[in-house]
């Protein structure tokens, strides 16, 4: 894996580095650079038992207009209107199967109105049965959440949220 100069590492890379783990006995691979890190972990049969894919023999699945993100509405959002720039929306990295928990039988990772740092988990992408935890990239207070559980979410889709503190 050639990165030169740079110390991020190329999307070729990574998924080179997820076919390695994948073919391999290991269950983990984590990689630290000096301005950031790369976890990647392998998806144990008991996590992928509560994550049914539901599909239609001999039907292609694919994605429509009705399966476009829902806003969840509770009652702990607030009523003020915000500016842009005390709202920071945390977008899905990956396509994959968004979860709020990190099993069917847990507490969701956030709820509204929870206080977050840059670095609290706030969900799990499952991606070619790899699970990715979601951190939330800003401190701050949880204001909405975009995705439902168990959603298919696409590369850049909003999944929270967040008032900047």
Excluded: W
Excluded at 27 to 45: C, R, V
Excluded at 70 to 88: E, G, K, R, S, Y
Excluded at 118 to 124: A, E, L, P, Y
Aim: aromatic share 4%.
């Amino acid at each position: 894996m050639d990165r030169g100069e740079n110390t991020l590492l190329k999307l070729e890379d990574i998924h080179e580095l997820i076919r390695l783990l994948d073919e391999s006995s290991l269950s983990e691979i984590h990689i630290e650079f000096e301005d950031g890190k790369l976890q990647l972990k392998k998806a144990t049969p008991e996590a992928v038992a509560y994550m049914p894919v539901q599909t239609t023999p001999g039907i292609a699945a694919s994605v429509s207009p009705q399966t476009a993100p829902v806003a969840v509405q509770t009652a702990n959002a607030p009523a003020q209107v915000l500016n842009d720039i005390d709202v920071h929306v945390i977008t899905s990295p990956m396509v994959g199967t968004f979860y709020r928990a990190p099993s069917p039988e847990s507490a969701p990772f956030v709820e509204v109105g929870a206080q977050v740092t840059s670095k609290t988990v706030v969900c799990i992408i499952e991606a070619m049965k790899l699970m990715n935890e979601i951190e939330a990239e800003v401190s701050g207070e949880v204001i909405e959440v975009l995705a439902e559980n168990g959603q298919l979410v696409e590369y850049g889709q909003p999944l929270f949220k967040v008032r900047r503190a």
